[in-house]
């Protein structure tokens, strides 16, 4: 299952958006679209992702123009998110579907990001762009596996004291990439790293049978 997550301060362009795929949904039914209310903070982001299995985002530019039920306003923009999310999540697809398509800093990050969309240009060609929102989001399921298959190996060989200084930097990279976390010290107790390994090996099981599980669909 491929989750898709809209990000906009306001419903209505939350609904009109997420209507526009759900129009195309019924006939592609390895597709899921949820939509949001900005999150408190830019932080919570990437855990809210990795908790859920989304697998691409559609996030507007200008999130600080309406507020929510409760009355209350995001103090952050949609580049902003990109930053932080490229941090945690480097290789996660993003898509900026935004009528401010030329704002300067986020035609800055317009790098960062797989495309920049005016919003009335979606509308016209919604099965395009879900189209290529779909193979991002295949491509990037597809490398989280690769990625989880080398930590289950290096993870072990680093428990073993097998890992090389070259494989010790894969293995930072990777965990990089799954945002999970790591010690910066290459002198950890065996007994530390074995647990380490199982723990992480556990996880990493989890999640490999999440994203084959979504890739059956």
């Known amino acids: 299952m491929i989750n898709i997550l809209i990000v906009d301060d306001r419903e209505d362009a939350r609904a009109t958006l997420r209507e526009a795929i759900e129009m195309i949904v019924p006939t592609d039914d390895s597709v899921a ?3 949001t209310f900005p999150f408190e903070d830019v932080d919570s982001y990437a855990s809210y992702i990795r908790e859920h299995d989304i697998a691409a985002l559609l996030l507007d530019e200008r999130l ?4 929510d039920a409760e009355g209350r306003f995001s103090n952050y923009l949609g580049h902003q998110v990109v930053e932080h999310l490229r941090r945690a999540l480097p290789e996660f697809p993003v898509y900026v579907v935004t009528t401010h398509k030329t704002d300067d800093e986020l035609v800055k990050q317009a790098g960062d990001v797989e495309d920049i969309v005016e919003r009335r240009t979606f509308h016209k060609e919604p099965l395009m762009y879900l189209s ?3 193979r991002a989001a295949m491509r990037f399921q597809e490398n989280m596996q690769k990625r989880l298959d080398e930590l289950n190996d290096l993870t072990m060989k680093a428990a073993l004291g097998e890992l090389t200084a070259v494989e010790q930097k894969q293995l ?7 945002g999970l976390p790591f010690s910066a010290s290459a002198d950890l107790m065996v007994s530390d790293m074995i647990a380490e390994a199982r723990v992480l ?3 990493s099981e989890e999640l490999i049978n999440k994203i084959k599980g979504g890739s059956k669909t």
Do not use: G, M, P, Q
Not at 64 to 67: D, G, I, L, P, Y
Not at 172 to 178: P, S
């Open 201 to 203: 090996a556990a996880r």
């Open 33 to 35: 679209v949820s939509d």
């Open 172 to 178: 930072n990279e990777t965990r990089t990439v799954l």
């Open 64 to 67: 600080t123009e309406a507020s």
């Open 132 to 134: 290529r929102i779909k």
